[in-house]
């Protein structure tokens, strides 16, 4: 799914705004990933609100089959690569396929409790599996250092500038979010920006560290029929708010977003 706003001076440029609506588990998905899908439908009404532009196109995605190797994501790059940048028909000042500027991925915005710690019984002694191994259990809350974790591939062709569009987002979440500060890394792993990581600079907005993080077990909901709402906290919901904040932030500064003055007026 896809919904483009078309930009008023620099039309013929794009960013790429986008999540992925499949997930694994058999529950509902609402991290993995639709914590990432509602936050790039809720800045896609935001940004298509009368009397906001932009100078520049946004084209918000919605993938299908990330979890079954990046399907939806690896099938737009190769159908739409080859086409950015071509007024289509001549002359008319109409992009299909704007040139991209950078793609920005939304994948689990809302879990950062930590690394699991053992689970301890009355006495105090660690409780142990069927295999004799210690038990780990997450926090019941948010952790005090809950960050938003913007990624890039240090590997990738488009490294350079992938770092710049990461720390740009750094800056404008310093400024612009409310709650939780953001932190950078360079190791952008298994999510819809790794098609698109060579071609042009992408991002990944996570609620960790992909690799060393989730990977390792820090959301124990990851992939799991406890995947639900029911599970996360009001601190949990804020962390995804906070990364919404900081995209809107950013993209609004990339972009060129204006609010007509007389709209701004009137919903005062």
Same mark, same amino acid.
């Given at each position: ?5 078309? $930009? ?28 990432? @899908? ?5 800045? @896609? ?9 932009? %100078? ?13 190797? +990046? ?9 739409? #690569?080859? +086409? ?6 001549? $002359? ?24 699991? +710690?053992?689970?301890?019984? !009355? ?21 005090? %250092? ?13 490294? %350079? $500038? ?28 298994? @999510? ?57 932030? !950013? ?6 977003? #204006? ?10």
């Amino acid at each position: 799914m896809v919904c483009t706003k078309v $930009g008023t001076s620099r039309p013929d440029e794009m960013y790429i705004v986008a999540a992925h609506m499949d997930g694994l588990g058999f529950g509902e998905g609402a991290n993995d990933d639709g914590s990432g @899908t509602a936050l790039v439908m809720e800045l @896609t009404r935001i940004l298509n609100a009368p009397g906001v532009s932009t %100078e520049r196109t946004i084209r918000f995605a919605l993938w299908n089959n990330e979890e079954t190797g +990046l399907n939806g994501a690896s099938a737009y790059v190769e159908q739409r #690569k080859g +086409l950015q940048g071509i007024e289509s028909p001549k $002359g008319s000042g109409r992009y299909p396929e704007p040139r991209w500027l950078g793609m920005i991925q939304h994948d689990m915005m809302m879990f950062d409790h930590g690394m699991p +710690l053992p689970k301890l019984d !009355a006495a105090g002694k660690p409780v142990l599996d069927a295999k004799g191994q210690p038990l780990a259990v997450p926090a019941a809350t948010q952790r005090r %250092e809950a960050d938003v974790n913007i990624e890039f591939q240090a590997t990738a062709k488009q490294a %350079e $500038g992938a770092q710049k569009l990461a720390w740009h987002f750094r800056a404008a979440n310093e400024k612009y979010a409310s709650h939780y500060p953001a932190a950078v890394g360079q190791h952008m792993t298994n @999510t819809d920006s790794t098609p698109f990581m060579d071609l042009v600079p992408s991002i990944s907005l996570r609620e960790n560290e992909r690799g060393m993080q989730i990977g390792a077990g820090w959301n124990p909901h990851w992939h799991q029929p406890t995947d639900l709402f029911a599970n996360y906290t009001d601190e949990d919901f804020l962390l995804g708010l906070n990364a919404a904040q900081t995209t809107l932030a !950013a993209l609004a500064q990339l972009a060129g977003a #204006k609010v007509d003055a007389k709209v701004g007026a009137a919903a005062k």
